[in-house]
């Protein structure tokens, strides 16, 4: 009798902590919109003083978020793979994470080519293109595909982490990892193992902390990109392009990931709504590189995803599941020959998808990477740039969009790696 009394004692306790949970989860979304509209609102006043506070604001947090990614993203790889590396978790994690990461961006490039056919952009006018090609930063045509993957392999163990380049920093993160996880498991081992796992809890205490101030943020970011927003109209053949590549995300955002979370049997809608304060981030950083704090702290704590496998899929998710920078990619790529009279025969665009994706997997989470991608590789091509110069100024909008869909897209990898793993893990 006195077991069944404890048993709904405990199932009462956990349920009321369950209900406390959903009632700070819906105050937290109450604080996070109503921040959304207050800042919209301020910035679309007009005031000089009140836009250049916020621009201060967002530039702070902009840089908080810069200053933590780093670290956040090394000490999560190296924990993983120093405790996973020599067991069969980590195989299994991996293999879900490449295949989920492979399966959802051929999605994105696939649904953005669909698009890019039946909306056939037309050509821009040749003196307008021309006229462009000095907004190209000039320095970016230069750049080879090659030298791209060159900078990911770094000569010192300092400048990727000074620099912030966050694939270099994957391979060092990796690498220190793995010799962790083979290394003799002797007292010096230990200790090290003790200092990175108090580093580790002192960069998460840190985010918990950015995390209670982050509405002051939203307002600033808001507020900022309120004030920029300029008047115009985008017409002809570049507003058709623009519904291509911004179609394209939308479809994948609300249908494409949606429908792989309710083909694993998970939720989409709770799962957005869990995930929405690293979305949010991920719209106003432009980066998802400088979001993944925010991303593992709402995966850890609000859809409960075993650290295990947070803390292993999401930093390499990071780096390699790029959805809208794919399907960015694909239609620029293709507009861009175009314009230049290229024929774009279906082979082409196949094969123009086989690159998109497998450039996006090589592309780093940091804002305009799919820009200069992009550029380099249309450079590399021999084909005219001033394309590139012309989607320049608009680039900011779907550079935003882009990556709070790589930031989705992550969180579903994430939360069907857990639920395929779920109570299999050691």
């Known amino acids: 009798m006195s077991k069944k009394v404890n048993d709904d004692v405990k199932n009462k306790a956990q349920n009321a902590l369950e209900e406390h949970r959903k009632q700070g989860g819906n105050k937290q979304i109450f604080i996070w919109l109503a921040a959304l509209v207050l800042g919209g609102v301020l910035g679309a006043l007009g005031n000089s003083g009140l836009n250049e506070f916020f621009n201060f604001v967002a530039t702070v947090f902009t840089r908080l978020f810069q200053f933590i990614a780093v670290p956040t993203i090394s000490l999560a790889i190296i924990t993983t793979l120093a405790s996973l590396g020599a067991e069969k978790d980590t195989g299994r994690i991996f293999g879900r994470t490449i295949t989920y990461t492979l399966l959802t961006t051929v999605a994105a490039s696939a649904v953005a080519l669909v698009l890019y056919m039946l909306v056939a952009p037309g050509n821009l006018p040749a003196d307008i293109v021309g006229a462009a090609v000095k907004d190209v930063p000039k320095n970016l045509g230069k750049l080879s595909y090659y030298d791209h993957f060159?900078?990911?392999?770094?000569?010192?163990?300092?400048?990727?982490?000074?620099?912030?380049?966050?694939?270099?920093?994957?391979?060092?993160?990796?690498?220190?990892?793995?010799?962790?996880?083979?290394?003799?498991?002797?007292?010096?081992?230990?200790?090290?193992?003790?200092?990175?796992?108090?580093?580790?809890?002192?960069i998460f205490t840190l985010i918990r902390g950015l995390m209670t101030v982050l509405p002051v943020g939203i307002v600033a970011f808001a507020a900022q990109l309120s004030a920029q927003i300029e008047a115009g109209v985008i017409v002809g053949s570049l507003g058709q392009y623009m519904l291509v590549v911004m179609g394209g995300n939308f479809i994948q955002i609300f249908i494409v990931l949606p429908l792989f979370l309710v083909c694993r049997g998970l939720n989409p809608l709770k799962i957005f709504k869990e995930m929405s304060p690293a979305l949010a981030v991920a719209l106003f950083t432009k980066s998802s590189a400088a979001t993944l704090p925010v991303t593992l702290a709402s995966a850890e704590q609000n859809v409960k995803v075993n650290p295990k496998v947070s803390r292993f899929v999401l930093p390499i998710c990071t780096t390699i599941n790029m959805n809208?920078?794919?399907?960015?990619?694909?239609?620029?790529?293709?507009?861009?020959?175009?314009?230049?009279?290229?024929?774009?025969?279906?082979?082409?665009?196949?094969?123009?998808?086989?690159?998109?994706?497998?450039?996006?997997?090589?592309?780093?989470?940091?804002?305009?990477?799919?820009?200069?991608?992009?550029?380099?590789?249309v450079s590399s091509m021999g084909a005219p740039v001033g394309v590139m110069g012309i989607i320049l100024p608009i680039y900011a909008v779907i550079d935003m969009i882009e990556t709070a869909e790589n930031v989705w897209s992550d969180s579903c990898v994430c939360a069907m790696t857990d639920h395929d793993l779920k109570g299999t893990l050691e």
Do not use: R
């Not at 163990?157 to 270099?168: A, D, K, M, R, T």
């Not at 391979?171 to 498991?185: D, E, Q, Y």
């Not at 794919?326 to 082409?348: C, D, H, K, R, Y």
């Open 150 to 202: 060159l900078s990911i392999v770094p000569n010192n163990i300092l400048n990727p982490f000074l620099q912030g380049n966050v694939l270099s920093v994957l391979f060092i993160a990796g690498s220190v990892g793995m010799s962790l996880a083979f290394m003799p498991k002797t007292e010096n081992h230990a200790a090290l193992m003790k200092v990175i796992l108090g580093a580790q809890e002192l």
């Open 324 to 377: 809208g920078c794919a399907a960015f990619i694909l239609v620029t790529s293709l507009f861009v020959l175009q314009n230049s009279g290229f024929e774009l025969t279906m082979g082409t665009m196949i094969t123009w998808l086989a690159i998109s994706v497998i450039a996006a997997i090589g592309n780093a989470g940091v804002p305009m990477g799919c820009y200069f991608l992009t550029l380099s590789l």
